[in-house]
């Protein structure tokens, strides 16, 4: 009852508000801005991440089974701070130089509060390299920004469709939850955070599948990866297993940067070189794409969970493989395509 009842208190709070919002934004003719990215035109409410956040918050502070510690305390402030910044560029979007401002700042702002890395697990022996002193506290600090930046963005940047960056998040935020109770990890108060997550996400969810009827906007995106980044710091600093059921959107993310790089853009401009995009190019329809994404990152989700350090690096290793490849394959079939049509 100590984890499901959170769950259930976010997921009805996210539902009912959920349900307000789209009502509201229906009367007074919302218009959801449209970018480069998105494939939604018309009366479509952005206001998703609005919604999640308060929820979370809320139902993280009342919650009896939770002290709010300093680090608790720098992790719901910051999400405030995201939703203050990232809810602009739900409205009108603002310059990627923000975007990225407000990121380290909240990555700086936690790490300040107390969330750091103090450890990390080698993973060619399994051994511990500490960094909780010295030098080893710059590379924590280091390794927090970049952690946090990554698992933001690639979030953000898979949530072109609908269903596909809130069911990835909440495949990962199940993953954490049933980390936490391994006898090495041993966090009843991480579950808790997890369980409202996951009420959170799902009650979104409900509402964003394919036909979406609101949005997670910038906003929601961004608190969802932040969310889960911070989470995995908080789950004994098991990064590894995080960055593994997460590989398939970090690896697109990767991927797009190396293609705008190549292709001489800014790597900090929209387009539509992601995975999900492609498979669109070639036939498949929302519903198909984001239920293979939600297959493939379940099982890799179950592989994670059962797998010590090398056997994580293994599995990341087969998965980054099979992804290039199927990256490489698709796009040749898109130039047959095009080579055809002109």
């Known amino acids: 009852m100590k984890y499901l009842i959170p769950f259930l208190i976010s997921l009805t709070l996210t539902v009912i508000s959920i349900y ?20 939604h035109k018309g009366n479509i409410s952005r206001l998703g991440g609005l919604v999640m956040i308060v929820v979370f918050d809320f139902a993280i502070f009342v919650n009896r089974d939770l002290f709010i510690t300093s680090q608790l305390y720098g992790f719901l402030i910051s ?35 107390g969330i750091r890395i103090y450890y990390i697990t080698n993973p060619l022996n399994g051994g511990i390299i500490n960094l909780d002193s010295g030098v080893g506290i710059f590379f ?26 809130g069911g990835i998040a909440f495949i990962t935020v199940v993953s954490i939850f049933f980390l936490s109770f391994r006898s090495e990890v041993n966090q009843p108060p991480v579950a808790i955070m997890c369980a409202i997550l996951m009420g959170t996400i799902l009650g979104f969810l409900m509402f964003n599948f394919y036909p979406s009827k609101i949005l997670a906007g910038t906003a929601g995106a961004m608190f969802m990866g932040f969310s889960l980044g911070i989470l995995a710091i908080f789950a004994g600093t098991k990064i590894a297993t995080s960055l593994l059921v997460l590989a398939v959107p970090i690896i697109d993310f990767f991927w797009v940067i ?63 493989i099979i992804m290039i490849a199927s990256i490489l394959i698709i796009n040749r079939k898109i130039s047959k395509l095009d080579n055809a049509k002109s």
């Open 258 to 320: 190396g293609e705008r790089i190549r292709n001489k853009k800014s790597i900090f401009i929209p387009d539509r070189n992601h995975l999900h995009y492609k498979l669109m190019e070639l036939g498949w329809s929302q519903r198909k794409i984001v239920l293979g994404y939600w297959l493939i990152t379940g099982i890799i989700a179950c592989v994670a969970l059962n797998t010590r350090a090398i056997g994580k690096g293994i599995t990341l290793l087969l998965v980054l």
């Open 79 to 113: 999400n405030i701070i995201l939703l203050s910044v990232c809810f602009l560029d739900d409205l009108r979007e603002i310059r990627w130089k923000i975007q990225l401002f407000s990121q380290i700042a909240v990555a700086l702002f936690v790490f300040i509060m």
């Open 20 to 39: 307000g919002i789209i009502l509201f934004t229906k009367k007074i003719q919302w218009l959801g801005r449209v970018g480069l990215r998105h494939i």
């Open 140 to 165: 924590s600090v280091a390794l927090v920004i970049f952690w946090l930046i990554l698992i933001m963005n690639s979030i953000n940047w898979i949530d072109g469709i609908d269903g596909l960056s």
